[in-house]
């Protein structure tokens, strides 16, 4: 069994259809960490750390963010805090002179820190390309997914169902990539 620990529920259902496909058990506790300053990879090791001592079992942590290449990876790790003060529309502001799509490519990323009792994390990458739309298009998902433009499917993460963007996501990314790992050990 490995715990999750997150607050987010959304996670937690796409974790849970992801590892119910390889008979891995999946426990959630919602066990608040302090996030440290620093890349992907430092928060969730550091979480995972934490966790880990604190429960002393298996788990899991995500972090992920939106990194905008022109904006020289802002929002990044301050997806969240972003968000939640400018929102999209200023995510949109922020843009509004780069017309050219090179000039808007994005990716999504994902981390997903595992860590045992007695062990160091190990880290687990899953990223998605995009580019950010010209405005907010569709009305599923959250945060940044109606400004999220994926070319392949010609619609935001706010068009697609959970379903669709779950096929193909960075968190579905970085769980799989754990998976591939922990099933080879």
Not at 6 to 29: D, P, R, S, W, Y
Not at 61 to 69: H, Q, T
Not at 157 to 179: A, C, D, P, V
């Amino acid at each position: 069994m490995i715990t999750f620990i997150t607050g987010n529920q959304h996670k937690v259902k796409e974790a849970e259809k992801i590892f119910q496909k390889f008979n891995i058990e999946l426990e959630h506790i919602d066990l608040g960490y302090t996030e440290v300053q620093g890349t992907l990879e430092d928060v969730a090791k550091s979480g995972a750390k934490y966790a880990c001592e604190k429960l002393n079992k298996p788990v899991i942590v995500e972090d992920a963010g939106l990194f905008i290449k022109t904006l020289k990876g802002f929002p990044g790790t301050y997806s969240s805090y972003v968000q939640e003060t400018i929102g999209n529309q200023g995510i949109l502001k922020l843009m509004k002179d780069f017309i050219n799509p090179k000039d808007r490519y994005a990716e999504f990323r994902s981390v997903i820190g595992y860590c045992t009792p007695n062990s160091e994390p190990e880290i687990f990458l899953g990223s998605v390309k995009g580019q950010i739309s010209t405005e907010e298009r569709g009305s599923y998902g959250f945060a940044f997914d109606s400004i999220f433009y994926v070319e392949e499917k010609d619609k935001t993460f706010g068009e697609l169902t959970r379903e669709e963007k779950n096929q193909f996501s960075h968190r579905k990314n970085s769980l799989n990539s754990f998976i591939d790992w922990y099933l080879k050990k």
